[in-house]
């Protein structure tokens, strides 16, 4: 376990050095931060005077960890399409996996999937648990009148 300012780390730790660290607690002057808008994590809404304004839980926890471990850093969002990022038939990365491979960016913050071809270009930082989904079925609700169908019959006889 490290402990990084009131944080305290206690995953695997990375093998290299993704974010440039010169030693331990010691960052690069300013980290490039690459989003889309991916609403409720991340979301980017433009003003008037052409600047931007984040916010979204991504985003919110990003300040959080950014103010406990000192860093700097600016957001570039990518506005021109491409996505989370997907392998182009000419062999490079688009979206925001492109940004990370090509090294435009050093941190990307949306909801991205893990899979094995991302992973061969990116890091996840997957023990960190931000989201937790729940699938269900749903059904139509109604009247209390509406026949309901009975365990031993067949639907719609029943």
Do not use: K
């Not at 780390?9 to 690069?28: A, I, M, Y």
């Not at 023990?127 to 067949?154: I, K």
């Amino acid at each position: 376990m490290v402990r990084l300012g009131d944080l305290l780390s206690v995953g695997e730790r990375w093998s290299g050095n993704p974010l440039g660290q010169t030693e331990p607690g010691h960052f690069p002057e300013e980290l490039v931060v690459t989003a889309i808008d991916d609403r409720p994590h991340f979301i980017i809404n433009q003003l008037a005077n052409g600047s931007y304004t984040y916010d979204g839980y991504l985003y919110q926890l990003w300040e959080i960890l950014a103010q406990q471990l000192g860093l700097r850093y600016r957001i570039q969002p990518l506005l021109n399409g491409g996505g989370y990022g997907y392998l182009d038939p000419n062999g490079t990365w688009t979206g925001l996996v492109g940004e990370l491979a090509a090294g435009r960016a050093d941190v990307a913050l949306s909801w991205l999937t893990y899979r094995v071809d991302r992973a061969a270009v990116v890091h996840f930082v997957d023990a960190v648990p931000v989201e937790r989904d729940q699938y269900a079925f749903s059904v139509a609700g109604g009247s209390e009148t509406r026949s309901r169908p009975r365990l031993g019959c067949r639907w719609p006889r029943c």
